[in-house]
């Protein structure tokens, strides 16, 4: 909402997994897009007919293992996680032509181009930001190793394509046949200095912080990115009800606070939607429940609190909840 968003279109669409579709999408008028860094992602904003704004972040692929998208092309690969949701939306109305609304790149997690020596680590859909990694340091001949993790091949996007980048560099595990990854191995097997790069499920990224904590690394020596909130929440609906306009607006199951305010025409501030901005948190005056805090922008203490809530990811336990607004 606060940075200025630009129209692309859907030039291009390829079935990379059961689950996973990439998208090209090109600017309307043949002009280069913003530029980015590997690492960086984009917020796609989409209107369902049932769920209002959709706004869902995606890592830019940068290209293909042989060269890179033009500039008025963006590169991203979405993985369907449910029937109803963002993605699912996405897979059913992205096809060429069709038009849609993005922010400009972000990053939140750049790529340092002076480490010496670089561990890229991805685990299932976490493979976008690490590819497009792979692909600069690939491309500028730095050294580096990539552990590419998922249940099978087949299941695994842009697997062919990272062998054919990272030779001899890439070290792909199947986790149907060989279990979890021995983070702690792959960490303790790194020549001094190496620095980490890690996207994938939280279990993976814990695993990875806690083997560098083990081994004694300082903690600037791992980056990771997670692509969903923090913790899990209790599906369940309830009511918010706002202090100031008296309205009463019903959460359901499967929608946050502020996408259902923002379908009921409330006025609210929001940027990332993810818990990590910090815009969207309202004052509670009161919860018939215990708060569910699944953002990483209030700190312990505030969420001890509870007098305040950031309303893009976190939710009530109880049936009625009152902000400030
Ligand atoms: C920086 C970044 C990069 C990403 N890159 C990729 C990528 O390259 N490819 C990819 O496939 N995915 C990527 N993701 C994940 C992607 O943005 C979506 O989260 C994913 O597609 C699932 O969306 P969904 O709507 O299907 O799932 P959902 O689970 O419905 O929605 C996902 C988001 O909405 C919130 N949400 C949903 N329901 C509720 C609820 N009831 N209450 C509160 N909050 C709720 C979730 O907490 C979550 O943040 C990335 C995420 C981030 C943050
Ligand atoms: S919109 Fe960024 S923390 Fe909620």
């Known amino acids: 909402m606060a940075r200025s968003n630009f129209t692309v279109e859907v030039t291009r669409v390829r079935q990379l997994t059961e689950r996973v579709r ?3 999408l090109s600017s309307v008028d043949g002009r280069p897009l913003p530029e980015y860094g590997p690492g960086a992602h984009i917020a796609v904003h989409t209107v369902s007919p049932t769920r209002g704004l959709i706004v869902r972040h995606y890592s830019l692929i940068g290209g293909t293992d042989r060269e890179d998208d033009p500039r008025d092309t963006y590169r991203i690969a979405v993985q369907r996680e449910s029937d109803t949701r963002g993605s699912a939306h996405i897979h059913a109305t992205f096809a060429p032509s069709v038009r849609i609304e993005i922010g400009p790149p972000v990053n939140d997690f750049p790529l340092d181009r002076r480490d010496a020596r670089v561990l890229l680590i991805a685990g299932g859909i976490g493979i ?21 993790a998922g249940r099978n091949r087949a299941a ?11 030779r001899d560099a890439a070290t792909f595990h199947y986790s149907d ?3 979890v990854l021995d983070l702690a191995a792959v960490l303790a097997r790194q020549p001094e200095g190496t620095v980490v790069y890690v996207c994938g499920p939280v279990p993976m990224v814990e695993a990875t912080h806690a083997a560098a904590k083990a081994l004694g690394w300082h903690t600037g020596r791992v980056h990771s990115e997670l692509f969903g909130a923090g913790a899990p929440c209790t599906p369940h609906a309830f009511d918010v009800k706002l202090a100031r306009s008296g309205r009463t607006v019903h959460v359901g199951e499967d929608a946050s606070i502020l996408d259902a305010l923002g379908a009921a025409g409330v006025p609210v501030l929001w940027d990332c939607r ?11 005056l009161s919860s018939d429940g215990a708060l569910e805090h699944r953002d990483r922008y209030l ?7 509870g007098d305040q809530m950031c309303i893009c990811v976190s939710r009530t336990q109880g049936r009625e909840i009152v902000l400030d607004a």
């Open 22 to 24: 990439e998208y090209l």
């Open 128 to 148: 976008t930001p690490i590819f497009s990694m792979a692909r600069s340091l690939a491309r500028r001949n730095r050294a580096f190793e990539i552990v590419y």
């Open 156 to 166: 695994m996007a842009l697997h062919d394509e990272l062998a054919g980048l990272a």
């Open 177 to 179: 046949t060989a279990g």
């Open 274 to 284: 993810r818990g990590e901005c910090g815009l969207c948190p309202l004052t509670v």
């Open 299 to 305: 700190s312990d203490e505030e969420k001890a609190a």
